[in-house]
């Protein structure tokens, strides 16, 4: 899957969300050259519809297949219904290493991801 591909996914996975009322989350990955995966997670929160918490059992497994498949976390997404930029609260409890990116995906567009730096968070375009 290429980076455009991702992009479909995610959207698709965003429209999900929408109709379902409930942000869905998961990982992205990349391989070598354009080589990249999408791996949805299940949303635990019991917060409601605007919140995520992925599920640790599935993320410890996911993280424990990566070690041996070759392919390397790029960064972490979630859904939002409508705007596609991070959140307050999305920037408050940010707990990712700073080399993962955090992707919002809506069902319309998935424009945008975020990063820590040293200088504070990065807002970057989607790769095109």
């Not at 949805?40 to 297949?65: C, K, W």
Request: charged residues 20%; hydrophobic residues 30%.
């Amino acid at each position: 899957m290429d980076a455009d591909e991702v992009q479909v996914a995610l959207k698709g996975i965003a429209k999900s969300a929408h109709s379902q009322k409930r942000e869905h989350c998961g990982f992205i990955g990349y391989g070598n050259g354009d080589d990249w995966h999408v791996f949805p997670m299940r949303n635990v929160t019991t917060e409601g519809g605007d919140r995520y918490e992925i599920d640790h059992t599935e993320q410890a497994e996911l993280f424990q297949s990566l070690q041996t498949s070759g392919v390397r976390l790029w960064g972490v997404y979630h859904t939002h219904i409508e705007s596609p930029h991070p959140s307050p609260t999305d920037t408050h409890h940010w707990s990712y290493p700073p080399q993962l990116r955090m992707v919002i995906a809506t069902p319309d567009a998935v424009s945008s991801y975020v990063y820590l730096s040293e200088e504070g968070l990065v807002i970057q375009p989607w790769p095109r």
